[in-house]
C-alpha cells in the first residue's frame, strides 16, 4: 500500500481551502508541518492555527511537530482530529511515554528522525510507533534537495520491521521527494511519502499526486 501526503508548507497559504480542494481527492493524507523556530530555524504555525487546519481539513491529517519539548508539547496535539501525530526523536526526553501518551488517545504515533540520527536509536522503540518518518532532507524547510545517502537507513528500518512482524507500521520519508526520487524511496523500503514543492509547484497537484502514486506502485 503507497501513501502520498501532501505538505502544504509551500502552498499558498493565504487560500488554504483552495490549496486543500486541490488535492483533497488524490491525497491519502494532508501532512501539516508544526516548526516552532527552535528545534528548527524556521516557524510556521502557532498550535491555535495549527489546530484551526486540522478541524477544518476534510482530509485526515498527519502533523509532523518539529518542536521542541515535545514530551510536553505534543499532548495539546492529541486532543485535536489528527490521526497521526509524529514528534522527533531528538526532541523528547521520554520518547516511549510520549509515544503512549498519543496513541491512548486513539492516534497513530510516529517518530521521526532527522539525517544525523542513526536509525539504531528507533529500535527498542518499535513496538510503541505506528509510523517511523526517516527524514530525508534537514527539516526545517521545503523545497531541499533529497538526500540519497539516507537510503540505507530505510532499508535497515524495513528489514528490522520485516523481521519484528511488524507489518501494520509505516514508514514515511519526508524532504525532496519528487517525480525522480520517490522511485529509489520506494525501492528502499518506504510506503508513506510526504510531497511538498513537487506537488503544489505543480500546475495540476493532484494530477502530480497520482503520478508519484504511479511511480511508486510501479516498483517491484
Ligand atoms: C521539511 C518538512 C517537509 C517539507 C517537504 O522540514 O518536514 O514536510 O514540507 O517539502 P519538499 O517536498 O518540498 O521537500
Ligand atoms: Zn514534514
Redesign the pocket.
Same mark, same amino acid.
Given at each position: 500500500m503507497i501513501r502520498i501526503c501532501p /505538505?502544504i508548507?509551500?502552498a499558498n497559504l493565504d487560500d488554504l481551502p483552495g490549496e486543500i480542494a486541490k488535492i483533497a481527492s488524490a491525497s491519502d493524507l494532508l #501532512?501539516l508541518?508544526v516548526m516552532d523556530g527552535i528545534f %528548527?530555524p524556521n516557524f510556521t504555525f502557532d498550535f491555535p492555527r495549527a489546530r484551526e487546519i486540522i478541524e477544518s481539513s476534510d482530509i485526515d491529517v498527519d502533523v #509532523?511537530l =518539529?518542536i521542541a519539548n515535545a514530551d510536553t508539547e505534543s499532548l495539546a496535539y492529541t486532543d485535536t482530529k489528527a490521526v497521526s501525530i509524529t514528534v522527533h526523536l531528538e526532541a523528547c526526553v521520554d520518547p516511549e511515554q510520549t509515544l503512549k501518551n498519543i496513541r491512548k488517545k486513539g492516534k497513530r504515533a510516529a517518530l521521526a528522525i532527522k539525517p544525523s540520527t542513526p536509525v539504531s536509536a528507533i529500535q527498542e522503540l518499535v513496538d510503541h510507533i505506528d509510523m517511523v518518518l526517516i =527524514?530525508t %532532507?534537514e527539516? !526545517?524547510? !521545503? !523545497?531541499?534537495s533529497f538526500m540519497s545517502e539516507m537510503m540505507p537507513k530505510v532499508q535497515s528500518a524495513r528489514h528490522y520491521l520485516e523481521q519484528k512482524g511488524l507489518s501494520d507500521t509505516w514508514l514515511q520519508v519526508? +524532504? +525532496?521527494?519528487n517525480e525522480s526520487t520517490i522511485s529509489i524511496a520506494r525501492k528502499a523500503g518506504a510506503d508513506t511519502f %510526504? *510531497? +511538498? /514543492? *513537487?506537488v503544489f509547484k505543480s500546475e495540476n497537484p493532484a494530477g502530480m499526486i497520482e503520478t508519484l502514486r504511479r511511480l511508486a506502485s510501479a516498483v517491484k
Open positions: /505538505s508548507l509551500n #501532512h508541518d %528548527v #509532523h =518539529m =527524514m %532532507v527539516p !526545517g524547510f !521545503g !523545497g531541499q519526508d +524532504g +525532496g521527494i %510526504v *510531497a +511538498g /514543492s *513537487a
